[in-house]
């Protein structure tokens, strides 16, 4: 007898939901959610019984018993800095998603919709490897300043997941391997996992790192400080440069990395091909940092996220970084399945849920 799981989601405008049976998709959805429907709610964990509503209507009109489920597995949101794993949600942990530990953000309703519709069913519900994953070394905290020391805040939910499948394919343990993880997607994050942690990676919320479609990456410090003082923006401004209005977008007006080859190989836009060439370049400098991170000891580098479908991206980082280590792409992510077998392995004993 498998085990069934309903996995929630939750993004800014809309709740994506899947039913699991194991690691099968029986059926997902996504649930839109217009500007005028949440409206009338100021702040973020006030939509938790709008959302819950149209989640347990929409398993009814697929006939689907929500008794016959083993777990409720959310996303997780803003909370505070925690390792990697599975967590059981908590008191303690349902009070910083409503709070908002470190922001406002829809994700923290996932770990809230999770407990809030498997606690009548008598069942567990947990989230997995939040984007506030921290496994840090100390060293890798240090940033120059005391005042701003780095932190830690990626695509820990996707890089764990593809770090673990290569793992189970080649049949040996996640932490006996020296990973690096490239995800790209709207944003790039690209860690160093050694002994199934995270020791170092850039903090891809702020658009620290590479460029990516929508975010600035790391910038000339001296003259975004001129920047800011200039006079001519205000702080949101600025804010929306390095993360919203940033990279691709900045540079060619679309956050379509598609398009942009399109406009590069196809239409012969000079700086579009400039500023592709410019994203892999930077994607494998930041991947040449993390094999120094691991002292050359590299067991494979790993591609990952929607950028990864594109076969010139993958060409132009193997070419700069192939001589580290293999290079194997899983494109795309799934966060639906990854959420899952977070909970499966806790169902399963093959890990313990963690306390936050």
Same mark, same amino acid.
């Given at each position: ?122 069942i ?12 840090? #070394? ?23 997941a ?35 942690r ?26 975004l ?15 929306k440069?390095?993360n ?26 000079q ?44 060409? #132009? ?40």
């Open positions: 007898m498998g085990y069934k799981l309903l996995i929630i989601n939750p993004g800014s405008t809309s709740t994506k939901i899947g039913i699991f049976e194991d690691e099968t998709l029986l059926f997902e959805e996504t649930l839109r959610h217009s500007t005028e429907e949440l409206a009338p709610y100021n702040l973020i964990v006030e939509q938790m019984d709008f959302r819950k509503k149209l989640i347990l209507d929409f398993l009814k009109s697929k006939n689907f018993d929500i008794k016959e489920l083993s777990a409720v597995v959310g996303r997780g949101g803003l909370l505070k800095p925690i390792p990697g794993g599975t967590y059981a949600t908590s008191e303690a942990l349902l009070h910083d998603l409503r709070i908002g530990f470190q922001g406002q953000h829809a994700s923290n309703l996932g770990g809230l919709l999770a407990r809030e519709i498997a606690e009548p069913l008598g567990p519900s947990y989230i997995v490897d939040p984007v506030v994953v921290d496994e840090l #070394e100390p060293v890798a905290r240090y940033s120059g300043l005391p005042e701003l020391p780095r932190i830690s805040i990626f695509h820990a939910l996707n890089q764990k593809v770090a673990k499948r290569y793992a189970k394919e080649k049949g040996v343990p996640y932490d006996s391997l020296n990973l690096i993880v490239a995800h790209m997607g709207g944003g790039v994050s690209v860690g160093a996992h050694r002994g199934g995270v020791i170092d990676v850039n903090n891809t919320l702020d658009g620290d790192g590479p460029f990516s479609p929508e975010r600035s990456g790391s910038l000339p410090t001296g003259g400080v001129k920047m800011c003082f200039s006079g001519k923006y205000t702080q949101a401004e600025i804010a440069k390095l919203g209005k940033g990279g691709l977008t900045a540079y060619l007006g679309t956050n379509d990395m598609r398009e942009v080859t399109k406009m590069a190989f196809e239409e012969g836009n700086e579009a091909e400039n500023v592709f060439h410019a994203f892999t370049y930077q994607v494998a400098k930041d991947i040449g940092a993390m094999a120094a991170v691991l002292c050359g000891k590299v067991d494979q580098i790993i591609l990952t996220g929607g950028i990864a479908y594109g076969e010139q991206v993958v060409k #132009e980082i193997e070419e700069r970084v192939g001589f580290i280590s293999g290079i194997t792409v899983y494109a795309g992510e799934d966060e639906l399945l990854a959420l899952a077998q977070g909970g499966l392995r806790v169902l399963r004993g093959e890990e313990k849920a963690l306390d936050y």
